[in-house]
């Protein structure tokens, strides 16, 4: 027996609890409500064993602190009627290994095999790309292959980590892009943090890569790696502004339809202006043409959106004028719900604690209020690399971008914020309209079919 439910999004721990109880009818029942109680979110439920005298399970559960673990784990054993087996951490048993494999999707068993794949043949396959560059795409695994590059510095809302402890999160990226759009993403971490060789390093190995993707590198250095890329002909973008705020920008377009609101009169407030901060203004600003208000502690980031047109404000301005409020400041607990006005949306998105909890806001008033769990950029990159590799992409032209955000809003239900996350065909129309976008403004190499995307690949 299986039963799966969609572990709610204010989890940030997660264990796996097996649970043996006694075979009666009533006792999961009293399992599940104890759980409840404990303000635990309860996700898949897997029956192990079943017995004459005894039923064991795994639940997988979701907690938003390690204290409530051992609290949680008392009160079932307080039952009397259930015993906790084990408590695990399967999101440490997915790692152990890494998440990655590379093979070959030919067998190597023969002579016969060793010449096709390998020396001797090959030597033809790499002199007739030495006459026409241009083969590459259509003899190697660059037209399908990302490189995921990042310092360590900007990892999640953890900080400067390092780039070994970035990998996992780059290895995570990359398996949604094989699971969702059928991409290799090869993640690819720096030592130095310097840009002028991060720059340099990039360049130097983006010729194997028909996109290159940036990920968790600090603001200020992203905004310059990025453009002296872009300057270069490297085809790139920063997820962590572009595709946030592609996703942002689309939730933002629903919620003002959700709340019927009317988006181009709003007057807009964003709070902090880090590399996520700064994108989603300057998204709001080129689809809108509104000027947004933004605030943030240092003066560089604020001078850096009024010269994109922005005008600067202190927090308690932005709170007390503004119809929708984004805060990616990274500082837990920053808005006071006092300060929510009625009627204002709120989007609080650091993780994994937002400025404000959505409960929060909206028991002071807010007609809609939302956290970056619920607003995720996953449903960006994947149709950003897919639909960029296809036209043969050689800039992330700002209307690839405002394309992607309208296409997840054409894909929204009604009543809905954004489509789920994990489902291909989403990932299929956001890639299409990435790709026509690319076509559209200029910047892509090559056209793709009128039908592109149309029924899978």
């Not at 949680?72 to 999101?91: K, Q």
């Not at 900080?159 to 402890?165: D, I, Q, R, S």
């Not at 809108?288 to 922005?310: H, K, Q, S």
């Not at 619920?374 to 897919?386: E, S, Y």
């Amino acid at each position: 027996m299986e039963e799966s439910t969609q572990l709610e999004t204010h989890s940030s721990v997660f264990r796996t609890l097996r649970i043996r109880t006694a075979n009666r009818v009533g006792v999961l029942a009293h399992v599940l409500a104890v759980i409840a109680e404990h303000n635990a979110s309860v996700g898949d439920v897997r029956t192990v064993f079943i017995g004459p005298l005894s039923r064991v399970r795994d639940i997988d559960l979701g907690f938003s602190d390690e204290a409530e673990i051992a609290a949680t784990v008392a009160a079932i054993v307080a039952i009397g009627d259930a015993e906790v087996l084990e408590v695990r951490d399967e999101v440490l048993e997915f790692h152990v290994g890494g998440k990655l494999v590379v093979q070959s999707r030919y067998p190597v068993h023969t002579q016969a095999d060793l010449r096709r794949v390998y020396t001797p043949g090959v030597g033809e396959v790499a002199r007739r790309i030495a006459a026409d560059p241009g083969l590459a795409d259509h003899y190697t695994i660059r037209a399908n292959t990302v490189a995921i590059v990042s310092d360590g510095t900007a990892v999640l809302g953890l900080g400067n980590l390092g780039p070994l402890a970035v990998l996992p999160i780059l290895e995570g990226k990359a398996a949604l892009l094989s699971q969702l759009v059928g991409v290799y993403g090869i993640p690819l971490v720096s030592r130095s943090s310097d840009p002028d060789r991060m720059v340099d390093g990039i360049e130097l190995l983006s010729a194997g890569f028909g996109v290159v993707q940036l990920e968790d590198i600090a603001a200020p250095a992203c905004f310059g790696i990025e453009q002296r890329l872009n300057d270069r002909g490297v085809p790139v973008f920063h997820d962590d502004q572009h595709g946030t705020a592609a996703v942002v920008l689309a939730a933002i377009i629903s919620a003002a339809k959700i709340v019927e609101r009317n988006l181009s009169s709003a007057k807009i407030g964003c709070v902090g202006l880090g590399a996520a901060g700064n994108a989603i203004a300057v998204a709001l600003m080129r689809y809108l043409g509104n000027p947004v208000l933004g605030c943030d502690i240092n003066g560089e980031a604020v001078a850096r959106l009024v010269a994109a047109g922005g005008q600067a404000a202190e927090l308690r301005e932005v709170m007390a004028s503004c119809d929708i409020v984004v805060a990616t400041t990274g500082k837990a607990g920053l808005i006071d719900p006092a300060w929510v006005r009625p009627g204002q949306i709120i989007f609080a998105l650091s993780n994994p604690n937002p400025e404000i909890e959505s409960a929060d806001a909206l028991a002071a008033g807010a007609a809609l209020a939302t956290d970056g769990r619920a607003t995720n950029n996953m449903l960006a990159f994947p149709g950003l690399c897919r639909g960029g590799l296809d036209c043969g992409i050689r800039s992330y032209h700002p209307d690839v971008f405002t394309g992607v955000s309208e296409a997840i809003v054409s894909l929204s239900d009604r009543g809905q914020l954004l489509p789920p996350t994990l489902e291909p065909a989403v990932h299929r129309v956001v890639s299409r309209a990435a790709a026509m976008a690319a076509m559209a403004a200029g910047v892509a190499s090559r056209e793709v079919p009128s039908d592109y995307m149309l029924t899978g690949r």
